[in-house]
C-alpha cells in the first residue's frame, strides 16, 4: 500500500457550533495558519453559516463542505436540505452517516447510502462516516460492522465516483469524549477497511481511497496517528473550532 498515492485531506466538523458571524471570526483566524497546508483542508459548518463560510474562504486554500443532506432533490421533507441546493450555493464537500446523524436522527446503512447516491449525483464530495459503538468493540464486532457499513454505504458507487469518496473511520466511543484509539488501532480498521473496499472494487481503487481518523483527534496526537500507513487525514471535532490546534493538525498531516 502506498501512502504517497493517497490525498492527505484534513477536514473539520463544527456540528451545531458558531452563528455566521461566529463562523466568518473563525475562518480568518484559521486562513493565515493554513495557507500553506501541503494537504487538503475542509470546514464542514452548519447549514445557515455555508454562504458566509464560502464568501470568507474565497480564493483561500480552504474548501467547504456541508453536515448531511438529504436524498431527494426536493419535496416534502420539512427541516431538510438537499445536494442540489448545496451544490447550488458552491459547496464541495458533504459529511455523510455522522455517528450524531446515526444516533440521535435515525440514520441507517440504507439512508446513509441514498445520501451518498444523492452527494455523488450532484457532484459533491462524501465525506462517509463508518465506526462502531463501544459494545461492539467490546465484543469483537468492529470488522463486521464497520465492513457492513462500509459496504452498504457504497453500494452502487462506480469505481470512477469512489475517487469523490472519503471514508472517516470514527469509532463512536472517542467522539468528543477525549477517548481517542490508539494509533495501532485506527491504523488497524483503516487497514481493513480498504482491503474491503479493495474487495468491492480492486486493490488500486482501494489504494487511491483517501481514509481519515476521527475521534478527539488533537494537537497533540494528529502526528502519531497521521503516520500510520492507512491514516490519510483526519476529521475533527471539538479541536477544529480551536485556530491554533486544528492549524497543527493540519500542519502534521503535510509533513
Ligand atoms: C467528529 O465530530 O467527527 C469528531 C471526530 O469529533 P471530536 O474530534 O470532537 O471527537
Known amino acids: ?27 480568518e483566524a484559521i486562513a493565515p495558519l493554513v495557507k500553506d497546508a501541503d494537504c487538503d483542508v475542509v470546514a464542514c459548518v452548519p447549514y445557515v ?12 486554500n480552504i474548501r467547504i463542505g456541508a453536515e448531511n443532506c438529504h436524498w431527494e432533490a426536493s419535496g416534502a421533507y420539512t427541516g431538510e436540505i438537499s445536494a442540489p441546493m448545496l451544490k447550488a450555493v458552491g459547496v464541495d464537500y458533504v459529511i455523510i452517516g455522522h455517528s450524531e446523524r446515526r444516533t440521535y436522527f435515525g440514520e441507517t446503512d440504507v439512508t446513509v447510502n441514498k445520501r451518498v447516491r444523492a452527494a455523488l449525483d450532484n457532484g459533491l ?15 469483537g464486532i468492529t470488522d463486521e460492522i464497520v465492513a457492513m457499513q462500509t459496504k452498504v454505504a457504497l453500494q452502487g458507487v462506480s469505481e470512477a465516483e469512489l475517487k469523490r469518496i472519503i471514508v472517516a473511520y470514527e469509532p463512536v466511543w472517542a467522539i468528543g469524549t477525549g477517548k481517542t ?24 481503487a482501494a489504494d487511491g481511497l483517501t481514509i481519515q481518523y476521527g475521534g478527539s483527534m ?34 502534521a498531516a503535510s509533513r
Do not use: H
Not at 484509539?181 to 488500486?204: D, F, P
Open 181 to 204: 484509539a490508539t494509533a495501532e488501532q485506527a491504523n488497524e480498521v483503516c487497514a481493513m477497511i480498504r482491503r474491503t473496499v479493495a474487495g468491492l472494487y480492486n486493490a488500486q
Open 218 to 251: 488533537n494537537a497533540k496526537n494528529a502526528e502519531e496517528l497521521l503516520d500510520q500507513p492507512d491514516v490519510d487525514g483526519g476529521l475533527i471535532g471539538g479541536a477544529s473550532l480551536k485556530p491554533e490546534d486544528f492549524a497543527a493538525i493540519v500542519k
Open 125 to 139: 464530495t462524501v465525506i462517509l462516516c463508518v465506526g462502531e459503538y463501544l459494545e461492539q468493540r467490546e465484543q
Open 1 to 27: 500500500m502506498n501512502k504517497t498515492l493517497r490525498k492527505a485531506v484534513i477536514a473539520g466538523n463544527w456540528k451545531m457550533n458558531k452563528t455566521p458571524a461566529e463562523a466568518k471570526e473563525l475562518l
Open 49 to 60: 453559516d455555508l454562504s458566509v463560510a464560502l464568501e470568507t474562504t474565497a480564493g483561500s
